[in-house]
């Protein structure tokens, strides 16, 4: 990837819905090449996807928790801990982690009900499980508007 690439990515990271032509005169290219260099990043999976952020309180999930889950420390346990995370909706990221605690997820409900309901009927009744622990949101001080793209740091010798 060269600089063009790079400021590629930040342009996209900062607008996904920029038009080509857009995209083409921000980092001083014509259509065609522009296009051309988008399609081999998504071709090469440095570009992976598009999405639109969505208000979560919008959409009735203005409620966040982050949760550390310890879990049996079995293979079996923490495969079947993973996959049964993947039935979870409102487990909107989540994170097997080294040392303790095991994992870590970002949670988005309704309310601290909602919460509830989820943290006795599904977190805890988690094979594996041994302990969950809550940290409710407060305030959002930083969010995230993609990786900081630029150029790459040269190892000391």
């Known amino acids: 990837m060269d600089e ?6 930040r342009e996209l990271q900062a607008d996904g819905r920029l038009s080509n ?6 980092v001083g290219l014509t259509a065609s090449p522009c296009m051309r260099r988008v ?26 928790v982050l ?3 310890e879990v049996r420390r079995e293979r079996e346990v923490v495969e079947a801990f993973e996959a049964a995370l993947q039935d979870i909706p409102d487990v909107i990221e989540a994170y097997r ?3 303790s605690p ?3 997820l970002r949670i988005a409900v309704a309310d601290l009900q909602a ?9 805890t009744s988690l094979s594996g499980v041994t302990e969950v622990n809550s940290q409710i949101i407060m305030k959002r001080i930083k969010e995230s508007s993609g990786l900081p793209v630029g150029r790459r740091p040269r190892r000391s010798e």
């Not at 063009?4 to 990515?9: E, N, T, V, Y």
């Open 4 to 9: 063009i690439d790079l400021h590629i990515l």
């Open 21 to 26: 032509q857009e995209l083409a005169q921000r």
């Open 39 to 64: 399609r081999q990043l998504e071709q090469d999976g440095v570009i992976v996807g598009y999405r639109a952020i969505v208000d979560p309180e919008a959409v009735g999930r203005g409620f966040e």
């Open 67 to 69: 949760v550390s889950i």
């Open 97 to 99: 982690l080294f040392g």
């Open 102 to 104: 095991g994992c870590l």
């Open 115 to 123: 919460y509830e309901r989820l943290w006795i009927e599904r977190l």
